[in-house]
């Protein structure tokens, strides 16, 4: 299949899971429980490719600070972004989230000890300008807990895409996934144990609940092929098609349709998506996302 192909169709399913998952929570699921079951699938999944295709599942000493830097980046991104949905409509949920390549943009200027250069500095208020327009209308009935926890998740993203390359040299994609999401599965099972399991109610909520976890296996596990094959300035920004993809969604089947100018503001944050992701990818490898 072709590479740009694989790229939207790994989006999009990356992006069908949020609507779903929200779909899940309204049927009376939670998001320990989600987070719980897709690092379970997840690490199934990673661990039986390796033995597939003979990759080592070893975790060298070294390796060990990396693996557990990228597992906290991993655990806030699944509790933050997936608490998040659960609190404030998933469109504005996304576009929280994904302010990550904008931090990943600002990181990298720290990392180089310079401030942003003119490129990085429109591309930063592009996109708050476009948040500005996104939050507005609705900024006075948000929940602040919500925004807080879509923000936990891009910091989370960040650290994650910042330490995966140099992690990459050490160890193997199909360990690094497989560990790091075994271990947020078992971080998530204490709050499960004590407060109880948030149950889907119904039929409609467990095909949701289990459609949710299935796109976000399928869409992970196409990563591997889609960004091989079209390397990673392309593949980053065609992956910014998944909240697109999460905004369409919603409006469908959640009824989470926004006003105008928020669908402009929309417009002008994935513009800035798309020149923040190209530049992330000029800098340094495109690594699987968690």
């Known amino acids: 299949m072709h590479g740009v192909v694989l790229c939207l169709l790994s989006a999009g399913l990356l992006g069908l899971q949020i609507p779903l998952a929200k779909l899940s929570y309204n049927a009376g699921a939670d998001a320990f429980l989600f987070a719980f079951a897709r690092s379970i699938v997840i690490s199934g999944l990673f661990i039986a490719l390796a033995r597939l295709h003979g990759v080592s599942l070893a975790l060298p000493r070294r390796a060990l600070p990396m693996v557990a830097i990228i597992t906290a980046g991993t655990t806030a991104i699944s509790y933050g972004y997936l608490g998040a949905i659960d609190r404030i409509p998933a469109s504005l949920a996304a576009m929280v989230f994904y302010l990550y390549p904008l931090f990943v943009l600002l990181a990298g200027a720290a990392q ?30 948000l929940d602040g807990v ?3 926890m879509g923000l936990l998740a891009a910091i989370g993203a960040t650290v994650y895409f910042t330490f995966v390359p140099a992690a990459s040299a050490v160890i193997t994609s199909y360990a690094m996934l497989a560990w790091s999401n075994l271990i947020v599965a078992v971080l998530f099972l ?5 407060g109880g399991a948030g149950l889907p ?4 909520g467990w095909t949701a609940f289990l459609l949710a976890a299935a796109a976000y296996a399928a869409g992970l596990g196409l990563t591997f092929p889609a960004i091989g094959r079209t390397g990673s300035v392309k593949a980053a920004m065609l992956y910014n098609f ?22 402009g503001g929309v417009a002008a944050v994935l513009v800035a ?9 000029e800098d340094r490898p495109t690594p699987t996302r968690p």
């Open 190 to 194: 204490p709050p499960i144990l004590i």
């Open 146 to 148: 919500g925004v807080a």
């Open 112 to 141: 180089e000890r310079r401030l942003p250069g003119p490129r990085r500095t429109g591309i930063l208020l592009l996109a708050f300008v476009g948040l500005g327009f996104v939050f507005g209308p609705s900024l006075q009935d």
């Open 201 to 204: 109610t119904g039929e409609a």
């Open 242 to 263: 998944e909240p697109v993809v999460i905004i369409v969604v919603s409006a469908l089947l959640l009824g989470d349709w926004l006003t105008p100018v928020q669908y």
């Open 273 to 281: 998506l798309i020149f923040a992701s190209a530049r992330s990818a």
